[in-house]
């Protein structure tokens, strides 16, 4: 089983739908946990962060679940511009080791 | 502005062939990081480096190597010992030595063994 593990792809959605991602980890120790939003072979780059208390970012909230141990990202009334692929990161116990999903994509149509 | 640089962008070698991917960092982070990521797949730890002179191997480190003499370079060789070297190779750092903070991303170098 992979320590982080993204739902498969691809989410296929029209513009203005609200889409879900999760990612579940598999080490309880697990420290901080981000998302980060990737375009076609670009490098990624920081979306949100995610807490416990959940965050809130315009049309994204990010939820943390350390019971169930998973993070969730939302997204409300989809653009066109959030077509990408979307990668959760989980820092563990062990300084300076990420860990990466394998990112869902997601295509917002017309 | 403040960031990291990564050279080349493209690169192209023979099979057998050590090549040397540059990364700098005006941002004075203490830490630096590189990634592998697969048509696919999301990104894999090669190395990192929490201080000067120091580095650890991450999760997929042979057929690499590295070296931290200054804070701003990262440089990483990729080997001829690397069996499947064709991919997108990205360096990052973090701001501190807790690793637990934002990824900040170079735009990559991309690596073909003809």
């Known amino acids: 089983r992979k320590e982080v593990e993204q739902d498969p792809g691809p989410f296929n959605v029209p513009e203005g739908a609200t889409v879900a991602f999760n990612c579940t980890y598999s080490?309880?120790?697990?420290?901080?946990f981000f998302w980060y939003r990737q375009d076609c072979r670009k490098e990624p780059k920081l979306l949100m962060s995610?807490?416990?208390s959940g965050n809130e970012d315009g049309r994204f909230t990010a939820q943390l679940n350390r019971a169930s141990q998973y993070i969730s990202l939302l997204i409300r009334d989809s653009k066109l511009s959030d077509s990408a692929t979307y990668l959760c990161?989980?820092?563990?116990?062990?300084?300076?080791?990420?860990?990466f999903g394998d990112g869902t994509t997601l295509t917002v149509k017309p | 502005d403040g960031g990291i640089t990564q050279s080349p962008k493209y690169l192209f070698r023979k099979e057998g062939q050590n090549v040397t991917l540059s990364c700098e960092q005006n941002?004075?982070?203490?830490?630096m990081y590189w990634y592998r990521q697969d048509p696919g797949q999301g990104l894999r730890l090669i190395y990192y480096?929490?201080?000067?002179?120091?580095?650890q191997k991450g999760d997929i480190a042979e057929g690499y190597s590295v070296s931290r003499e200054k804070k701003e370079s990262f440089p990483l060789t990729v080997t001829s010992a690397q069996k499947n070297p064709t991919a997108f190779y990205l360096c990052?750092?973090?701001?501190?030595?807790?690793?637990?903070?934002?990824?900040?991303f170079g735009e990559g170098s991309r690596l073909t063994v003809l």
């Open positions: 480096s929490q201080i000067v002179n120091d580095f």
């Open positions: 990052a750092s973090t701001k501190d030595r807790a690793n637990t903070g934002e990824l900040f």
């Open positions: 990161v989980v820092w563990g116990t062990n300084a300076g080791k990420s860990t």
């Open positions: 941002l004075n982070h203490d830490a």
């Open positions: 995610v807490y416990s």
């Open positions: 080490n309880s120790a697990s420290q901080s």
